[in-house]
């Protein structure tokens, strides 16, 4: 068995079990039909990891800070369990599917927030989580505060209310906030969460270049890097057929385009 990749920095007892199926022991229940939970006390976890220490050691520490926490070990579970739940903890290694694939299956269904929480540490594995449509991005072994606040901080911009539902034509582009779609000559273009709302600020000030500062604010809260940014405009020129839909503008930031 290999160790916990959990460093509570509190006490806590790790249990002492071999590897085995999903927690189910002393789980709350998750009531399919709520809607989501208003209060942080209440928020519904799915806890998705296929190392039973670390699941374990999890899920202790989310119950003593009050959180509903489930636990499965597969990806086919997963995409089963997560419409019932307010946030994901997504593990990339599962022993059934890539958690990337997990990750865009729930991402193309709803908007749950979703944190991938993974022993890859590359640059290039980050960027491939937020293109599939990750909030956020946690290297093993981690420090459970630090995972506290992150959870804090996704759970904010989705609970933050989406701008007036309306749609904003802008040459071939159109971007309905209602549907939360995107076309491009009447196409479909299949973006994520995040990309979405950060051409949709751009669309809403077509003639004003937006500061780096404030795309980050607005669209990442307190949870960003620069590298998050410039990855998923960088996306989104591909989705949108052109480099000309968004403009860089060095050193002050991005306005919208035409291509």
Known sequence: MRQSSVSLLEPHTVAQRAHGGPETTGAAPLNAGRGPSTSSENWRILVVESNACDAETLIRGLRRHGREVSSIDTGAKALEAYQDVDLVLLDLELPDLDGLEVCKEIRAACDIPVIAVTARSTELDCVLALQA???????????????MARMDAVMRRARSHPP??????????????????????????????????LLYLLALHPDTVVPRSELMERVWGDAWSRRTVDTHVSS??????????????RGVGFRLGCA
């Open 133 to 147: 449509g990750a909030d956020d991005y946690l290297v093993k072994p981690y420090g459970f505060r630090e995972l």
């Open 164 to 197: 007036t539902p309306q749609a904003i034509e802008h040459g071939r582009l159109l971007i309905d906030s209602g549907t939360r779609e995107v076309h491009v000559d009447s196409q479909l273009v299949n973006v994520t969460r995040k990309e979405f709302d």
């Open 236 to 249: 989104l020129r591909g989705k949108l057929g052109a480099s000309g839909w968004i403009i860089t503008v």
